[in-house]
């Protein structure tokens, strides 16, 4: 026959018990009061409080946003993390926290769609609302786009890290800056040139930073594909998710055949956002995992197209 254990019946006190058990103490008496408007209003203090502060917000914020792309899939959901920020006159104590959380709700409801043309609106509006000539927006998010294997045509999910920095000035208008970090394979030139065969190769990534002209039409090109195009079409190879052994041996062969320096990569990067005309500026930096090293190789290459003009 089955045996049942029994085990003895621990009789616990009440939960609101346990709680005074473990510290919790009866609400104190409350005389201040319960209404917004008999509240105090620490923020909107006018005084002379030293000095400008250059930007006071939130940062670190994890929201559902709706990204739009040219790659598939075309229409994706991310996470991003966002930073609100507003510069705050030496003449205002501090700013109202909960209006840059507010603004997102009210974007969210509407459905947030990450594009350039939203966050200026965004921007715009934020400032008007917390009563400041200039408000901020910086979101990061992964960025999704298909990869398909050279020979076998097989399909999977790569992803790059992107950066929206926009910016809103009362008088001087807009800023928009633009990141994307990628990875990359690279060959090492020197290896292949002194060994008798074969070469190191190493997974590179390339970061871009670049200030977009006022004029750049969003709806008309994708600064997303293009930043990533540039840094994959000068790498001695692309990264795929899905490699058959026919596709692998043109992955390898395709490495050999364009071997890259840091120095080279930053260079050739540079050169492709040299040519895009709604690029004004630009920085780019590659970091190499080296495969027969501990350390890490770098490079970086800064420029400033409006400085040609003067």
Known sequence: MDKTTTFPIKKLPKKADRHKLFGSVNPLPKSKPVKKNDMADLQNTKKDFLFDIDAV?????????????????????????????????????????????????????KGF?????????????????????DATIKLAFPWFFERKAPASGLSGINHADVTIHVSYDSLHGYTVNTSLSGLITTLCPCSKEISEYSAHNQRGEITMETSLS???????????????????????????????????????????ENPRFVEDMVRLVAADLYE??????????????ESIHLHDAIASVSYDKRNDEK
């Not at 991003?80 to 700013?95: A, D, P, Q, R, V």
């Not at 769609?113 to 000539?133: G, Y």
């Not at 039409?217 to 994959?232: F, G, R, Y």
Request: with cysteine.
């Open 57 to 109: 917000g939130v940062a670190n914020v994890k929201h559902p946003i709706t990204i739009l792309s040219n790659l598939k899939p075309t229409t994706q959901t991310s996470v991003g993390t966002i930073e609100f920020t507003s510069s705050l006159k030496n003449t205002s104590k501090g700013t109202n926290m909960s209006r840059f959380t507010q603004q997102l709700n009210d974007y969210y409801e």
């Open 113 to 133: 769609t990450v594009d350039i043309a939203t966050l200026k609106n965004f921007t715009k509006e934020l400032a008007e609302r917390l009563d400041q000539e």
């Open 276 to 289: 895009m005309p709604h690029v004004t500026a630009f920085k780019v930096s590659c970091r190499n995992e």
């Open 214 to 256: 006022d004029d750049f039409d969003e709806t008309t090109s994708d600064w997303k594909e293009l930043l990533l195009e540039a840094a994959e079409s000068n790498a001695s190879a692309r990264l795929h998710p899905v490699l058959k052994r026919p596709d692998e041996k043109m992955v390898t062969e395709q490495a050999y």
